[in-house]
């Protein structure tokens, strides 16, 4: 059953606390995106790679948030420092190839600063 | 600059009957267009896509229409169920990238 994993499921920190996501895509998957929801924007995306490389983070605050993939199993998001209107859920999906029909999402990370 | 809109943001269907779901797009350079659907704490997940060659692409009790000419797309859902009840996204892949431009959204409620 391959799927998306995120890590925390949840988070709850304090402004200007660093705060760092985890993804594992689907093995196979070359193409990992970075997604924000929020009431007012819906699904924005932030940043996304292909085959480890980035393509494209014009989505993404430059001066505290930064996207990695260390490795073809692992994709980060990570924001120094976080600040409350960040809050948002944020969701990570893996393609095989294109972005057609077929990107599959993770459950999101669910995250709240105070 | 939004490229995708729902103005709906919200939709209540009675179960049975059927859900239609609306979404305008501003560029007219979309190869194929896609809605996915998401429940609480899940991801979105596909469900249904059109090719911009086509005006209506069917699959079950779902159907997306395809209007070019008003830069207008709809999903149809006939007839609604109340497993239905979820976040639906139109989403629109721009030419030569990878990504997908999500609207807003629209949450259906099919209440029995």
């Given at each position: 059953d391959a799927r998306v994993?995120?890590?925390?499921?949840?988070?709850?920190?304090?402004?200007?606390?660093?705060?760092?996501?985890?993804?594992?895509?689907?093995?196979?998957h070359n193409t990992v995106f970075w997604y924000r929801q929020t009431m007012?924007?819906?699904l924005e995306l932030?940043?996304?790679?292909?085959?480890?490389a980035p393509l494209d983070d014009s989505g993404m605050p430059k001066d505290r948030f930064s996207a990695e993939m260390p490795d073809a199993t692992l994709a980060t998001l990570k924001i120094q420092p976080s600040e409350p209107r960040d809050s948002a859920v944020y969701f990570c999906a893996s393609a095989l190839d294109r972005a057609d029909e077929t990107q599959y999402f993770g459950p999101g990370t669910r995250l709240l600063v105070l | 600059d939004q490229q995708v809109k729902q103005n709906s943001p919200s939709l209540s269907v009675q179960e049975g009957r059927i859900s239609i779901l609306n979404c305008d797009y501003t560029n007219s350079m979309f190869d194929y267009f896609l809605w996915y659907k998401k429940y609480p704490a899940e991801g979105p997940t596909f469900l249904i896509s059109i090719s911009s060659i086509k005006d209506k692409n069917e699959d079950g009790r779902f159907t997306v229409f395809l209007n070019k000419s008003a830069k207008h797309l709809s999903l149809h859902i006939v007839p609604s169920q109340p497993?239905?009840?979820?976040?639906?996204?139109?989403?629109?892949?721009?030419r030569?990238?990878?990504?997908?431009?999500?609207?807003?959204?629209?949450?259906?409620?099919v209440f029995p």
């Amino acid at each position: 059953d391959a799927r998306v994993t995120q890590t925390p499921r949840h988070k709850v920190t304090e402004m200007g606390q660093e705060v760092t996501m985890r993804c594992q895509p689907i093995l196979g998957h070359n193409t990992v995106f970075w997604y924000r929801q929020t009431m007012m924007q819906g699904l924005e995306l932030l940043a996304y790679f292909r085959n480890r490389a980035p393509l494209d983070d014009s989505g993404m605050p430059k001066d505290r948030f930064s996207a990695e993939m260390p490795d073809a199993t692992l994709a980060t998001l990570k924001i120094q420092p976080s600040e409350p209107r960040d809050s948002a859920v944020y969701f990570c999906a893996s393609a095989l190839d294109r972005a057609d029909e077929t990107q599959y999402f993770g459950p999101g990370t669910r995250l709240l600063v105070l | 600059d939004q490229q995708v809109k729902q103005n709906s943001p919200s939709l209540s269907v009675q179960e049975g009957r059927i859900s239609i779901l609306n979404c305008d797009y501003t560029n007219s350079m979309f190869d194929y267009f896609l809605w996915y659907k998401k429940y609480p704490a899940e991801g979105p997940t596909f469900l249904i896509s059109i090719s911009s060659i086509k005006d209506k692409n069917e699959d079950g009790r779902f159907t997306v229409f395809l209007n070019k000419s008003a830069k207008h797309l709809s999903l149809h859902i006939v007839p609604s169920q109340p497993g239905d009840s979820a976040v639906y996204f139109c989403a629109v892949p721009p030419r030569n990238t990878d990504k997908l431009i999500f609207g807003t959204g629209t949450r259906l409620q099919v209440f029995p």
